[in-house]
T-cell receptor, first 115, second 115 residues
Framework: GNSVTQMEGPVTLSEEAFLTINCTYTATGYPSLFWYVQYPGEGLQLLLKATKADDKGSNKGFEATYRKETTSFHLEKGSVQVSDSAVYFCALVSLGGGSNYKLTFGKGTLLTVNP | DTAVSQTPKYLVTQMGNDKSIKCEQNLGHDTMYWYKQDSKKFLKIMFSYNNKELIINETVPNRFSPKSPDKAHLNLHINSLELGDSAVYFC??????????????FGDGTRLSIL
């Protein structure tokens, strides 16, 4: 079945530091990959996505590149802000059909950015 | 305008009671979901409906019963509540079918606490 593994948190950084959150996946077919963000007390919001190999998703200064050869989709940001403090989820949906249409999430990584 | 709204936001009740959570989306999506998020932020899909038809039914106790009166609504009824049901329940929607790699839009969650 499909699975997503992302780095354990919590991650604590100072403002303007570089951020990487690692994500690797196992999937049948040709998955689409997503990063969702959950701010405190809120639901999840789509941060970025990539639907095929070598695609780069980007939004709000965050980037992730779909690497089929390493089955990875690492999230990066060059300079984090306090407002980026949240839980980040890597996720995939496989295009294999049937029960694979469901979104499979990683366990989430809590990011705290200190001023 | 709230895209995916669920009520109530907080639900505190005693073991053994029966309760319902309601969800409505005004995005015109044809697929809706219920997720359970535990205290460690782990997200697990419970159910999914596409055009009022149940398409995903994960291993969830029979005490949980979803109902979709129309494609804009997906309610969750829980019988005989147990301590282990304490969690945050999220409703989500997306445009499914051929657009299955479309992002899901989440409500703000219902925090269920069992006393």
């Amino acid at each position: 079945g499909n699975s997503v593994t992302q780095m354990e948190g919590p991650v604590t950084l100072s403002e303007e530091a570089f951020l990487t959150i690692n994500c690797t996946y196992t999937a049948t077919g040709y998955p689409s990959l997503f990063w969702y963000v959950q701010y405190p007390g809120e639901g999840l919001q789509l941060l970025l996505k990539a639907t095929k190999a070598d695609d780069k998703g980007s939004n709000k200064g965050f980037e992730a590149t779909y690497r089929k050869e390493t089955t990875s989709f690492h999230l990066e940001k060059g300079s984090v802000q306090v407002s980026d403090s949240a839980v980040y989820f890597c996720a995939l949906v496989s295009l294999g059909g049937g029960s694979n249409y469901k979104l499979t999430f990683g366990k989430g990584t809590l990011l705290t950015v200190n001023p | 305008d709230t895209a995916v709204s669920q009520t109530p936001k907080y639900l505190v009740t005693q073991m053994g009671n029966d309760k319902s959570i309601k969800c409505e989306q005004n995005l015109g999506h044809d697929t809706m979901y219920w997720y359970k998020q535990d205290s460690k932020k782990f997200l697990k899909i419970m159910f999914s409906y596409n055009n009022k038809e149940l398409i995903i039914n994960e291993t969830v106790p029979n005490r949980f019963s979803p109902k979709s009166p129309d494609k804009a609504h997906l309610n969750l009824h829980i019988n005989s509540l147990e301590l282990g049901d304490s969690a945050v329940y999220f409703c989500a929607s997306s445009q499914g079918g051929q657009g299955y790699n479309q992002p899901q839009h989440f409500g703000d969650g219902t925090r269920l606490s069992i006393l």
